[in-house]
């Protein structure tokens, strides 16, 4: 990668707390307050967790430290919110159907994804929206059940599946 693209590594006190910045974010995030007794239990677990962890967490530093990266995380965040909802509409509609129009299966798709970080969020992303599984990831092959395969082909399924992650991932992580 050229240096336009990633930012250079951080040192090993500059990991630790970007880590625990990273994490107290996320801990505040979920338990949606600010109250002190939160807080510190927050900055307690994520201080613990970046001291004695960081060596097996170093690949959550991968994210490309650029303006557009950044920007392209937010659009990424909008993607998925966009994605779920309608996935979670076409399984409702499924569902409710009386023909229950489904055809399982398990298709083959290929990710660009080099990154593991970038591979990592593509198999949550495509898991965590309904009516579709990531069941295995081989190099660059995810084996993804669908529940209702519109294409068993390897081009057209990674269309449908994987690329519109991928386009934002490939800017975050490469």
């Not at 509609?93 to 593509?122: C, F, H, Q, W």
Request: charged share 15%.
């Amino acid at each position: 990668m050229d240096s336009e693209h990633r930012a250079s590594p951080p040192t090993p006190i500059a990991g630790t707390l970007l880590l625990f910045a990273t994490l107290l974010f996320f801990w505040v995030l979920l338990n949606g307050s600010l109250a002190r007794d939160v807080l510190v239990v927050g900055v307690v677990a994520s201080a613990l967790i970046a001291i004695f962890f960081r060596s097996h967490l170093a690949w959550f530093s991968e994210l490309r430290l650029t303006p557009k990266a950044l920007l392209t995380t937010v659009a990424y965040i909008f993607y998925y919110l966009k994605e779920l909802v309608s996935s979670n509409l076409n399984v409702a509609a499924i569902v409710l159907s009386p023909e229950l129009p489904v055809k399982p299966g398990i298709v083959k798709v290929r990710t660009k994804l080099k990154n593991p970080m970038g591979r990592m969020l593509l198999c949550n992303s495509i898991t965590l929206t309904p009516g579709t599984l990531t069941v295995e990831m081989d190099g660059e092959w995810l084996y993804i059940h669908w529940i209702s395969v519109h294409s068993p082909d390897i081009e057209q399924a990674t269309a449908d599946i994987v690329a519109g992650f991928e386009r934002y991932l490939e800017v975050m992580y490469g």
